[in-house]
């Protein structure tokens, strides 16, 4: 439990410290967010938990292809925010679009040869 407390934690502060930076500043925020932080540690908590080598292979490829259909939201967001649309509404538009590409990458996944 202990173990888990901090895996918990460790991930926490780094929300909180991606969220403190933008508030300063935009640019420096969304560098420290842009960065593969949250799957490194994951890498490195399946490593410590399992010691498999082809697991993590497997994980790192799956979230590449994972992180791909998840790009167009930070596109979409800005744009509908610089029409006028609420925050709040913007960021549910992303989220359903990034959900429907998620589906079509599953869907699709398996016909090209891709095992997520």
Known sequence: MTYLLLKAAISGVIVAVVSEVARRSPG???????LPLVSILGMI???????DGPRIAAHATATFWYVLPSLPMFLLL?????????????LGAGCVLTIG???????IAPRIGLAL
Do not use: E, K, N
């Open 28 to 34: 420096a925020g969304a560098l420290i967010a842009s």
């Open 101 to 107: 590409l998620y589906l079509a990458l599953v869907r």
């Open 45 to 51: 908590w399946l490593w410590r938990d399992t010691g």
């Open 78 to 90: 800005p744009w509908l925010m610089r029409q006028g649309v609420g925050f709040w509404l913007a």
